[in-house]
């Protein structure tokens, strides 16, 4: 059964409401956000190859149930909103800077976005980068999960502690250090969009 097979069919079997109903039952929970008569017609018609979350999330909440509910017996059971990678699909997914600073990509090739636990042994380093500047502005996140990363970016310098996040446009030249002489540091850092 295809998932948009088993949203018709939860709405009209098994909840007994009418494609009218179940729009004005989201219009009560969501207001003016509530997906769209038209966009709900589309959906169960099979006329939307991917559904966003946001959308199987209202849906979701107008059936009162969960996701995994939603999904338990269709071909999309696997799942085309969400991908799962386990840790022994990164296993030879890591990129070294140098023999002190080794980041371990985190998301699938596919992914719009790229996330890293980078490594950085005492006293380590990585080598410079910069974005693009010619494209889109990219941007990236950074969180500290242990010791401190001293980011640098442009000429400014800024400390890194763990539980702290930092955030800027990575077009601009950066590198990460740890200015530890015993502590390993590790940090995660999200990268939006992927510039490979």
Do not use: W
Request: glycine share 6%; net charge positive; aromatic share 8%.
């Amino acid at each position: 059964m295809k998932l948009y097979e088993k949203i018709r069919h939860i709405r009209k079997d098994v909840l007994k409401l009418s494609l009218k109903e179940f729009h004005e039952k989201l219009i009560g929970i969501f207001g003016e956000n509530a997906l769209t008569y038209a966009s709900l017609c589309r959906l169960e018609k099979g006329h939307r190859e991917e559904i966003r979350i946001k959308t199987l999330y209202q849906i979701c909440t107008g059936f009162g149930i969960s996701l995994k509910e939603l999904k338990e017996g269709t071909e999309e059971e696997e799942s085309r909103v969400v991908s799962l990678m386990k840790a022994s699909d990164r296993q030879n997914n890591t990129y070294a800077y140098n023999e002190k600073a080794i980041a371990e990509i985190l998301t699938p090739r596919d992914s719009r976005f790229l996330a890293i636990e980078l490594d950085i042994q005492p006293q380590g380093t990585t080598r410079e980068e910069q974005d693009p500047v010619d494209v889109n502005r990219y941007e990236k996140l950074v969180t500290a999960l242990q010791g401190e990363v001293l980011v640098c970016v442009g000429k400014e310098k800024h400390l890194v502690r763990r539980g702290d996040s930092i955030y800027f446009a990575s077009n601009i030249p950066h590198h990460f250090e740890n200015p530890s002489k015993s502590v390993k540091a590790r940090c995660i850092i999200v990268q939006n969009p992927k510039s490979y």
